[in-house]
């Protein structure tokens, strides 16, 4: 497997290639992406989420557009994945009303809560659901340093490497970000 930095170079050239409008290299970087893509999109909307598939075909297509306008600041990869990433969450916001409404139906359906695991899964799902909406309303900048940390699992080393900021401006969008999902999901439980 070639290095990271290694792997990026290429990644670099397929790019470039790509926002000229070659078709074959445009296939090349979406098929090298579509992995971690793919993992992003789980981690916000969970593994078993309908239109994760939508979410991951809709940020490939938001990477392709959006190649003239790569200024080339972070990895294409981290591009991809901030593209996903913001597509996940609009996703998120866009389908709740339709899972809810679904939810209601499938409760009026349900004769009778047999089993406290049932009840633990639909206070998961819509824990997890309300976690997306807040997220959401968080900035751009605090949300992406956040999910970059928290389910992504990037060290804050990392994220400085990554976004090109400060130790200290990473730590203060996590701080942030607790302080404020903390307040906004106190509101909507």
């Known amino acids: 497997m070639a290095a990271p930095a290694q792997r990026e170079d290429t990644l670099a050239a ?4 790509a926002a000229a409008g070659d078709a074959r290299a445009t296939r090349t970087l979406i098929r090298e992406l579509q992995r971690s893509m793919h993992a992003v999109a789980r981690a916000v909307l969970g593994n078993d989420h309908p239109d994760v598939d939508d979410v ?6 938001g990477l392709v557009l959006g190649l003239q306008r790569f200024r080339g600041e972070s990895s294409i990869a981290y591009y991809a994945h901030r593209i996903t990433l913001r597509t996940a969450l609009r996703a998120g916001q866009r389908s709740a009303a339709r899972r809810q409404l679904a939810e209601r139906v ?37 949300a992406d340093t956040f999910m970059l940390h928290v389910i ?3 060290t804050v080393e990392e994220i400085v490497e990554l976004r090109q ?20 999901l106190r509101h909507m439980t």
């Open 14 to 17: 397929v790019r470039q290639a």
């Open 152 to 154: 992504l699992g990037h």
């Open 56 to 61: 991951l075909q809709d940020a490939a297509l």
């Open 165 to 184: 900021i400060t130790i200290g401006t990473v730590l203060s969008r996590i701080r942030t970000a607790k302080q404020q999902l903390r307040r906004m």
């Open 106 to 142: 499938a409760m009026l359906e349900v004769a009778d809560w047999e089993t406290l695991e049932t009840a633990q899964a639909l206070a998961m799902t819509n824990r997890r659901r309300a976690v997306v909406r807040a997220l959401a309303r968080l900035k751009p900048e605090v």
